[in-house]
């Protein structure tokens, strides 16, 4: 499975690293194991360092529609991606774009920057 990610309960934090070709299918598996284990509002760390996305259009489009369904019925938590790489960026800038919602989002080039801003956002509720 090119994503993989851990749910730390206790911290109220979800890390996920991916490594390869993604897909939406992957994104999805992700998506249902968290809203599964209550981890929606978590902040999460998105180590995308390594990731090569594999989408169309409608892909993206797809997962706007589900995040949307999903904070018309659940809060989620704080964001953060950590990319290097332009065309995963892209994918990341037209997701935020198309997924409605109050919770921060945060884009940087290092883990250590990523934990740092996540760790100075507050969790909702």
């Known amino acids: 499975m090119p994503l993989r990610w851990e749910i730390l309960h206790p ?10 070709v993604v897909t939406l299918k992957d994104v999805e598996v992700y998506l249902d194991d968290i809203v599964t284990a209550g981890a929606m509002p978590y902040g999460k760390l998105f180590d995308v360092t390594t990731v090569v996305p594999e989408h169309d259009d409608h892909d993206v489009m797809m997962l706007g529609a589900r ?3 999903y904070t018309a019925t659940m ?7 950590v990319t290097v790489d332009a065309p995963t960026t892209t994918v990341i800038e037209r997701y935020i774009n198309l997924t409605p919602g109050k919770r921060p989002v ?4 290092t ?11 507050p969790l909702p509720g």
């Open 67 to 69: 995040i949307s369904a």
């Open 106 to 109: 945060g884009v940087f080039k």
């Open 111 to 121: 883990v250590k920057e990523a934990r740092a801003w996540l760790d100075a956002q």
């Open 75 to 81: 809060v989620g938590g704080p964001l953060v991606f």
């Open 11 to 20: 911290e109220k934090l979800v890390l996920i690293t991916g490594d390869g």
